[in-house]
Every structure is written in structure tokens, then in C-alpha cells.
């Protein structure tokens, strides 16, 4: 991790920007392969799976077969753990459901809003170089709640040509029919457009690395939805100087880890703390089994010795983490001044990992500055909130001179008209 002292708050922006592709590349090098999925369907993602994983998979659905030994190959304790993973999700997304909002305006004038789910919705499970079956979780809990009703779940096979066991255990565990082996750019290009196997989905959920995530945001232009931009991992951690340095270094690592376009960033007010964590980070390193793939993330990682913690929030603020953890004495002012994260993580035993997995909020959650302007997947996400109005003939006496004035007004004759002639016929 590079250490940047006391830096300028000009510069602050330049120093946090993330390690991302150069957009152009990837847009091409991605738009070339959703242009094959389109034109060639099946083949291409057979051809892809061969080209990018490793394999061609004998069938791109997921089997019965399959689906039943993966039964057999999960551990009872894994499956206990999911198990309960699943329930504390639950609990969180079911108490998103909001009640009915109904409201009379003006006498006569009824408007309501009802909450209505997504039909066909797609899941992305990165798999690439983790079988990542928690966001089978995170994804298809709260699209089972909201009530979705055709789920198509697209990731990558590994070298065999075959689904990761956890991964098919769980989307058999909720009842998910679709499972499809494609992964990258061509998994998301075969929802969007559909092919023979894959059925055409509304909207796509699921973080991805680089070519996941730039291919979400061009199948936007297909008149297809996604969740938000979900690519690579990151995670601020605030620390101060009472905070346990190993706790600190394990959170950093625990998104390094993730990939080689990971990012994660230390602020501190403590000189010897941003010390320490370099020391633990290097000792933990060294015993993890994706050492090599964290050690490029932490290339690209960056540690800030800041003046106080007010400056710590506010360089955070810009940054606008996917994560944010915080590990100083004064939580509760510090948590008071969080404005732009994705999900934030509090006190020196709330690792991220436990949002990550089952504490029971999402984890499927804005990088690269997106948290900004965008919130993680929630229930919202699966559902459309339609709105709904009934007018009384006493309620269009009430409101139809407004109506009627409005549009006049806009030059809009027609709009005016279809208030006036049913005023006419009420006033007979
Ligand atoms: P992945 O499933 O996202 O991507 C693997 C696929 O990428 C491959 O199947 C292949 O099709 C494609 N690919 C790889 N190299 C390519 C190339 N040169 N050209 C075209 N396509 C190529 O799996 P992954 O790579 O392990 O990445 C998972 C990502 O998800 C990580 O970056 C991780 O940080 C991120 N993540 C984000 C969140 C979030 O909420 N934002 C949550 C979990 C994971």
C-alpha cells in the first residue's frame, strides 16, 4: 500500500481514483461480444464458455442430474450455513415491503400506489475466479419475496464445463429453474437479447468484474434494466488510533482478495496505526490462498494520513466506497456524517464479511463512485411501484377547471378537451 501524508484536498480526488480499464477498450472488446450472442445465440456462448473458461459445457442449462449430485457434494455444515444466511436475509428483506400508500388529494380525487414485481428478472453470479453462491442469496431472496416470476440465473462454468456445486445447491434451494452456463459479457448479453436456452429478461441484477459490469450498462441501450453498476470490490476502512490493527488488515485484505482490480484504502489521523495495519497486512498475506491475486489489488491500494477524523468522513465522502468500516472510539459522531457509501460496517466486530454473507443485508452494492448517486439491490429493486388514480364525477367538478386552465396554458388542446367534454356531460 502506498502512504500518502497529510495530502491536499485538491489532490484528494486524483489519488482516489480506482484502478479501472480504459473505457473505450472495454466497450469495444464488450460490444463485440454481445454482438456474437445476438447474432449467434447458443453457439457463441458455447464458443465463449470454451474461449474464457476453459471449457465447453456439454449443456447449457444446468441438469437435473447436475442439480442432484451438487445435493450430495455440499457439506451438511455449508448447508446449515446457508441455511441460516437465508432466513437473516430474508428477515431484512421482508421488512423492506411497504405498506399501500392511498390518498384522497382533493375530495373525489383517489390516487394510490402499489408496489408490482418484475415478471422475468436475470441473475448474474460471478464465478470467474470464485463461485460466489452468497449473491445467489442476496439476488433470488429478495426477488422470491417481491414476488418475480420468472427467475434466469446466468454464471460461468468452471474448467469441466460445469456449474460449481454451492452455486447449484442454492439456486436449487430457491427454486430457481434457469440455470445457465455462461458467465462474463456473453451471460449477460443472453439474458438481454435471449437465445434458444435462455429465456429474455426486463431487468439484470449482479455484481461482475469489468466486463460484467460495462456489459450491464451497454444492454441498457436495448431497452433491458440492471440493478446498478456492481464491478470490482472495494472498501474503505477509517481507523483511529484505538482500533485493532489485525481487525483493520484482515477487512483490507478481505476485499483485496476479491481480484487483481480490488481497491482498498486506509484513512487514519494515526501515523503509527497506518503502520501497524502495513505490518499486519503483510504478515496475513502471506497465509492467504489467493495471495497472489491480493497483492495485486494491494498495487493498487492506498493509505491516507489525514488531520483528524472530520477529514478522514469527508475524504471518504468523496470517495464514495462500496464499503465503508469504522473503527474509531467516537462511532456514533463519525456514523452520523456518512453521506456516500454503499453499505457501511461499524465498530471493531462488524467485518465486512458479515454483510457479505448473512448478516442479512445485501451485498450486491455500488463501486467506482456509483454510491454516489446509487443504493445496494434491495427489494425495491425487484418491484415497479405503479401508481393508480380513480376521479368521481364530484372530483372532476373539483379539479377539472385546473385542468382545464393547466393546459390551455401549454397550448395542449386535446388535454384540455378530454377534461371539458366530460364536465359538459356531468353539468347536463
Ligand atoms: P465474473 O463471473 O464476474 O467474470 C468471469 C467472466 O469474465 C469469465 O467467465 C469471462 O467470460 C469474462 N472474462 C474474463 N476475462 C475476459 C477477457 N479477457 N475478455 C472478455 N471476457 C473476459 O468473475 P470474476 O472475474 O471472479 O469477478 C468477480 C467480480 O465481482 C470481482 O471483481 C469482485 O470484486 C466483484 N464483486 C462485486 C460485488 C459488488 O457488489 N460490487 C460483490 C461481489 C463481487
Redesign the pocket.
Known sequence: MKVYKYPAASDWSSLLKRPVMEAAELEG??LA?LKEVQERGDAALID??L???GAAPKSLLATDAEIAEAKVLVSEELKAAIQVAKTNIEKFHTAQKEVQISVETMPGVNCWRKSLPIEKVGL???????P?FS?ILMLGVPATIAGCSQLVLC???NKEGKIHPAILYTANLLGIKTIVK??????IAAMAFGTASVPKVYKIFG??????TTAKQLVTKYGVAIDMP?????VAVIADKQANAAFVAADLLS?AE??A??QVVLISDSEDMINRVQTEVDAQLEKLSRKDLAAKALDNSKAFLVKDMNEAMAMSNLYAP?HLILQVEDLDNLVAKVVNA?SVFIGPYTPESAG?YASGTN?????NGYATAYA??SLDSFIRKVTFQKITKEGLQKIGPVIETMAAAEMLDAHKNAVTLRLKEINK
Open positions: 472488446r464488450v461480444i465463449f464458455a474461449k474464457f473458461d448474474y453470479i460471478p464465478g470467474g475466479t470464485a460466489l449473491t454464471t460461468p462454468p455462461a458467465g462474463g459479457a456473453q451471460g455484481p461482475g468484474n469489468q466486463y460484467v456492481a464491478g470490482p470490490s472495494e476485499q476479491h481480484g482490480d480490488s462500496e454503499g457479505d451485498h450486491t452494492l455500488p463501486t445496494g439491490v
